[in-house]
């Protein structure tokens, strides 16, 4: 039920559509990607699914054969008559939206929702952020990124990948890239690897107050990742406040699990 490669093509060529690389349009053309991405989802009948960036429409329609109730947002002018005509028979809401500024209370209201969505690549890890520091009616994900992108959302400590969107995603939720996809399955190709990465929310880490302590440091540390923390911390950290907290100043950013920063924060200078 999902698009081919030349179904794509003459949706295209018929709307005179010209992929844009700025709103990072590279459409999904491959059925069996799509029949994953929709079953690593856990898409059940009758859940509701917000996908952004539905372009023509080919992962709508998985979601849909899934018995998901999905609200796809599209914001370019150009595409959204084309996918009114492809999702809207099997029964998705089409909505025409910047994703970066929508009224997400007013659009999803009561309940809980999945996200499912092949974002686009330029803007996808401030929406994940966002979405998970904002939006908490969307309770799990199940995003497709660019491959780094993914595994610095999803990395944990000790790697090379961990830094400021692992920590701030982990505040939120749990991460983890379960699958990669090649180039080769998009119309056109990006230039890069891709990886669908599952997000699942838990309770946030800490209140607003300890966040914003935890995240300033999180900057100033991972600002200088070579740095041990009694440097790059030296103006908000005291040794007395390492010893206090149990972190070792010889330590590097890259080292902490967010427990370590709930504790430093707690002794830091605001
Ligand atoms: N879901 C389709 C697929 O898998 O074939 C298209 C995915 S494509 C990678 C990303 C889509 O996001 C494009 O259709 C693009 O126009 C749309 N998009 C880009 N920026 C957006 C924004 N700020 N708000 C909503 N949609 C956006």
Same mark, same amino acid.
Do not use: C
């Given at each position: ?5 030349? =179904?794509? &093509? ?5 709307? $005179? ?10 459409? !999904?053309?491959?059925? #069996? ?10 898409? &059940? ?16 329609? $998985? ?19 084309? !996918? ?6 099997? $029964? ?8 970066? *500024? ?19 690549? #330029? ?52 991460? =983890? ?25 838990? =309770? ?14 999180? *900057?100033? $540390? ?12 030296? *103006? ?30 707690? *002794?830091? #200078?605001?």
């Amino acid at each position: 039920m999902t698009h081919s490669p030349t =179904e794509i &093509r003459a949706l295209l060529a018929a709307g $005179g559509v010209e992929p844009s690389r700025a709103l990072g349009q590279n459409f !999904l053309a491959d059925a #069996n990607v799509i029949r994953k991405i929709v079953r690593l989802a856990g898409v &059940r009948s009758g859940d509701r699914v917000v996908e952004i960036g539905a372009g023509l429409g080919s992962l709508t329609l $998985g979601l849909a054969e899934a018995g998901a109730v999905v609200t796809a947002i599209e914001i370019d002018r150009r595409l959204v008559p084309i !996918l009114r005509s492809v999702v809207e028979p099997v $029964g998705a809401t089409v909505v025409q939206a910047d994703v970066m *500024e929508m009224d997400w209370p007013a659009q999803l209201g009561e309940g809980t929702w999945s996200l499912v969505a092949n974002l686009p690549y #330029n803007i996808a890890t401030p929406v994940v952020l966002d979405l998970l520091a904002t939006v908490p009616a969307i309770d799990r994900m199940l995003v497709m990124v660019q491959l780094e992108v993914g595994e610095r959302l999803a990395a944990t400590p000790g790697t090379k990948a961990y830094g400021i969107p692992s920590v701030r995603r982990a505040w939120w939720a749990d991460a =983890e890239v379960v699958g990669k996809v090649s180039p080769g399955v998009f119309i056109p190709p990006p230039r890069v690897e891709s990886a669908l990465v599952a997000i699942r929310r838990h =309770e946030p880490a800490g209140d607003d107050a300890q966040r914003r302590a935890v995240f300033s440091l999180v *900057e100033a $540390g991972f600002g200088q990742r070579r740095k041990m923390l009694r440097r790059s911390l030296a *103006e908000m950290v005291t040794p007395e406040a390492f010893a206090i907290a149990g972190i070792r100043p010889e330590a590097r950013a890259e080292e902490l699990v967010i427990a370590d920063w709930l504790r430093l924060a707690a *002794e830091a #200078n605001p």
